[in-house]
């Protein structure tokens, strides 16, 4: 299973991946960043519902001087003491979150549209892909609304989170290192979708689902 999964990421197909019991308990919907449309931003939107966020690996981040929200929240909070008071101390399954900016493509209008999250999307990946780092100001602002999620430094080996299951995955894949996750949410209980439903949706729809867990014993091994 995983070995279809590596080449549908690589196909430039959806992988649906689950992280892990003791953690969120949720499934992703991921794609490789480089490959992403518009019309698959409107079947994250539409289908999974949770949030589109950029995963960046950290060797691209670190180029890109890409930093952790967490890190500006303490730089800035002598001056905005309210930033202090909402330190993000209290995550029950992680140490802190890997969001970084939030950013739109300087050629975008809005930016809120799926082909402008496309464009935001798949331009990031390409700057990365083309190591033009020097060139991320010139492409982007900020704020927007694509949310930037930094891998942690050594990946699965840091933290276990999607970002860096994503990641992982795409380096396995040899892909561009630069994906793209959406929490898979369920109206009808309006929470995230079981892993019954989640599985269910990847046979209706012919994707694959992978267990977290199964991606972690491949990364490790491999490096």
């Not at 949720?26 to 960043?33: K, L, N, Q």
């Not at 809120?112 to 982007?140: P, V």
């Not at 900020?142 to 299951?165: I, M, N, W, Y």
């Given at each position: ?85 909402l330190t993000p101390n209290d995550i029950p399954y992680d140490e802190r979150s890997s ?77 561009t290192p630069v994906t793209v996750v959406c929490e898979m949410m369920d109206g009808r ?35």
């Amino acid at each position: 299973m995983l070995n279809k999964g590596i080449d549908r990421l690589k196909n430039g197909e959806f992988v649906l991946i689950y992280d892990d019991d003791e953690r969120e308990s949720e499934t992703d919907m991921v794609i490789g960043a480089e490959f992403v449309t518009g019309s698959q931003v409107a079947t994250m939107r539409q289908d999974s519902g949770g949030l589109i966020c950029t995963c960046i690996h950290p060797k691209f981040s670190d180029k890109i001087d890409l930093p952790f929200m967490y890190d500006i929240m303490e730089f800035a909070k002598d001056k905005f003491p309210v930033l202090g008071k909402l330190t993000p101390n209290d995550i029950p399954y992680d140490e802190r979150s890997s969001f970084s900016l939030w950013v739109n493509n300087r050629k975008t209008f809005t930016g809120i549209t799926d082909n402008d999250r496309a464009l935001t999307i798949s331009s990031i990946a390409k700057l990365c892909k083309d190591k033009r780092f020097d060139q991320f100001g010139n492409e982007f602002r900020s704020p927007g609304h694509v949310a930037l999620l930094r891998g942690a430094d050594g990946l699965l080996k840091k933290r276990q989170g999607h970002t860096e299951l994503s990641l992982s995955l795409a380096e396995i894949a040899g892909i561009t290192p630069v994906t793209v996750v959406c929490e898979m949410m369920d109206g009808r209980t309006e929470e995230s979708r079981s892993i019954e439903s989640a599985e269910n949706y990847a046979k209706e729809h012919d994707l694959t689902f992978l267990d977290g867990n199964k991606i972690i014993d491949e990364y490790l091994k491999l490096f």
